[in-house]
């Protein structure tokens, strides 16, 4: 899954240096997630810095 650098979930850990997906996955998503032979996640979520700056226009 590429795509996992622009998503939102996708967070850099100082303590373990590692970047690791932070979505709220329960057992059953995650088994599903891993099973699926789709080549894109259906928790991604783009991470958009300047969202915030264009609603406030």
């Given at each position: 899954?590429?795509?996992?650098?622009?998503?939102v979930y996708y967070v850099y850990d100082d303590d373990w240096e590692e970047y690791f997906c932070t979505a709220n996955l329960d057992e059953d998503d995650l088994?599903?997630?891993l099973q699926s032979r789709?080549?894109?996640?259906?928790?991604?979520r783009l991470y958009d810095e300047y969202k915030t700056v264009r609603k406030q226009n």
């Amino acid at each position: 899954m590429g795509e996992c650098d622009s998503c939102v979930y996708y967070v850099y850990d100082d303590d373990w240096e590692e970047y690791f997906c932070t979505a709220n996955l329960d057992e059953d998503d995650l088994s599903r997630l891993l099973q699926s032979r789709r080549n894109t996640c259906p928790y991604y979520r783009l991470y958009d810095e300047y969202k915030t700056v264009r609603k406030q226009n």
